[in-house]
């Protein structure tokens, strides 16, 4: 008898190795390149045997490196390599890194990365795989938007629901992401599609009103019930009012600071917006809430505003603090040197639009 909040796997297991073989031809794995796999206690073994035997068919080596850890969803920066000696020096020496956890944040991974190692993060369920294939197009979509955001020094975000919010951009690089890495030290996840950057240091302020439907895909993997109202002042999050999902989100960041004065928690960190139309905002309503379900799905669908907060090492600031929260927020207005590229959540700029892929 099946348990009601049992969910059948609907993915044969056996199109795993085909799967890994698209995005591992995507992602310009060739013969006789290193294929580092980076595993945890909690990895799916399916994942790794899928991976070999994709680099295998495509005539590269592979090798997996367990570390002896289950990474957190919820916590980032937790390094896993380096500790263990000789672990940093492997996969730096490899062409790509197929990684079964989140490395952001961390420092190893800006180090590997800084040599042209590939990074490939695989996070999401197996149900998930084939639908969130990078579409053809958004690669090109997510470069156009890139430099339409690089060239940005002025960004206010408004929407019905109150936010009115603004920063300014350019101390920092803009990172994108197109849903697999075939570039030198490029990082990727399969399932994204998305842009961001961190904002200049104390230019973030305004009012941020997270409405009820905006995704809280970090640390709850929970639609928001009932308003968020945050105040923010010289890029720090000042007042938070609200029921709630209020008190939630000041208990989560409150606890993650290391001392009554540290204020890093609430620092806005990488602001930016989704492209990828075979992300779902859906996704939590129609596959419930457990995070291996919407790890890309909830983050990258088009046309949200991912807000968050903060670390911005990534960025190469200095903030390391784990009081992170993202939020990607619907129906909002952005507006980049005053030309409006997302008009209450959709995309209004042609070249960022890719059609969707439908999956039968």
């Given at each position: 008898m099946?348990h009601?909040?049992?969910?059948?796997q609907?993915?044969?297991?056996?199109?795993?190795?085909?799967?890994?073989r698209?995005?591992?031809?995507m992602?310009?794995?060739?013969?006789?390149?290193?294929?580092?796999?980076?595993?945890d206690l909690?990895?799916?073994?399916?994942?790794?045997?899928?991976?070999f035997?994709?680099?295998?068919e495509?005539g590269?080596?592979v090798?997996?490196?367990?570390?002896?850890?289950v990474?957190?969803?919820?916590?980032?920066?937790?390094?896993?390599i380096?500790?263990?000696k000789?672990?940093?020096?492997?996969?730096?020496?490899?062409?790509i890194?197929?990684?079964?956890h989140?490395?952001?944040?961390?420092?190893?991974l800006?180090?590997?990365?800084?040599?042209?190692?590939?990074?490939?993060?695989i996070?999401d369920a197996?149900?998930?795989?084939?639908?969130?294939?990078?579409?053809?197009?958004?690669?090109e979509a997510?470069?156009?938007?890139?430099?339409r955001?690089?060239?940005?020094?002025?960004?206010r975000?408004?929407?019905?629901?109150?936010t009115?919010?603004s920063?300014r951009?350019?101390d920092?690089?803009?990172?994108?992401?197109?849903?697999?890495?075939?570039e030198?030290g490029?990082?990727?996840h399969?399932?994204a599609?998305?842009?961001h950057?961190?904002?200049?240091?104390?230019s973030?302020?305004?009012r941020v009103?997270?409405?009820p439907?905006?995704?809280?895909?970090?640390?709850?993997?929970?639609y928001?019930?009932d308003?968020?109202?945050?105040?923010?002042?010289k890029?720090f999050?000042?007042?938070?009012?609200g029921?709630?999902d209020?008190k939630?989100?000041?208990?989560w960041?409150?606890?993650?600071?290391?001392s009554p004065e540290?204020m890093?928690p609430?620092a806005?960190s990488h602001?930016g917006w989704?492209?990828?139309p075979?992300?779902?905002?859906?996704?939590?309503?129609q596959?419930?809430?457990?995070p291996?379900r919407s790890r890309?799905a909830?983050r990258?669908?088009?046309g949200?505003?991912l807000f968050?907060?903060?670390p911005?090492?990534?960025?190469?600031?200095?903030?390391?603090?784990?009081?992170h929260?993202?939020?990607?927020?619907?129906?909002?207005?952005i507006t980049?040197?005053?030309?409006?590229?997302i008009e209450r959540?959709?995309?209004?700029d042609?070249?960022m639009?890719?059609?969707?892929?439908?999956?039968?």
């Amino acid at each position: 008898m099946q348990h009601a909040a049992f969910r059948a796997q609907e993915l044969n297991p056996a199109r795993l190795a085909a799967l890994y073989r698209r995005q591992f031809a995507m992602s310009k794995l060739a013969k006789g390149e290193t294929v580092a796999c980076i595993s945890d206690l909690s990895t799916r073994r399916e994942y790794i045997q899928a991976a070999f035997a994709a680099a295998d068919e495509l005539g590269a080596d592979v090798y997996e490196i367990c570390v002896n850890s289950v990474p957190s969803w919820s916590r980032v920066g937790v390094p896993t390599i380096g500790q263990c000696k000789g672990t940093l020096e492997a996969v730096k020496a490899a062409d790509i890194i197929v990684i079964f956890h989140v490395p952001l944040f961390t420092k190893w991974l800006k180090e590997v990365m800084g040599g042209g190692t590939r990074v490939l993060m695989i996070i999401d369920a197996p149900d998930d795989l084939e639908n969130l294939l990078s579409p053809p197009g958004l690669k090109e979509a997510v470069k156009h938007a890139e430099a339409r955001y690089r060239a940005t020094r002025e960004v206010r975000v408004t929407s019905a629901a109150g936010t009115d919010f603004s920063y300014r951009t350019g101390d920092y690089p803009v990172m994108s992401q197109w849903g697999y890495a075939d570039e030198p030290g490029h990082f990727d996840h399969w399932g994204a599609g998305h842009i961001h950057t961190f904002p200049n240091e104390g230019s973030a302020h305004g009012r941020v009103v997270l409405a009820p439907g905006d995704i809280i895909i970090l640390p709850y993997c929970r639609y928001v019930q009932d308003a968020v109202e945050l105040t923010v002042e010289k890029g720090f999050i000042t007042k938070i009012e609200g029921g709630l999902d209020a008190k939630l989100m000041d208990d989560w960041l409150s606890d993650h600071k290391e001392s009554p004065e540290d204020m890093d928690p609430f620092a806005i960190s990488h602001l930016g917006w989704g492209l990828n139309p075979q992300s779902l905002w859906r996704s939590i309503a129609q596959n419930g809430d457990d995070p291996e379900r919407s790890r890309a799905a909830a983050r990258t669908f088009p046309g949200n505003f991912l807000f968050s907060t903060g670390p911005n090492t990534q960025g190469g600031g200095k903030r390391g603090t784990r009081g992170h929260y993202d939020v990607p927020m619907r129906d909002c207005t952005i507006t980049l040197d005053n030309e409006v590229v997302i008009e209450r959540g959709r995309l209004v700029d042609p070249a960022m639009v890719v059609p969707r892929v439908r999956i039968l």
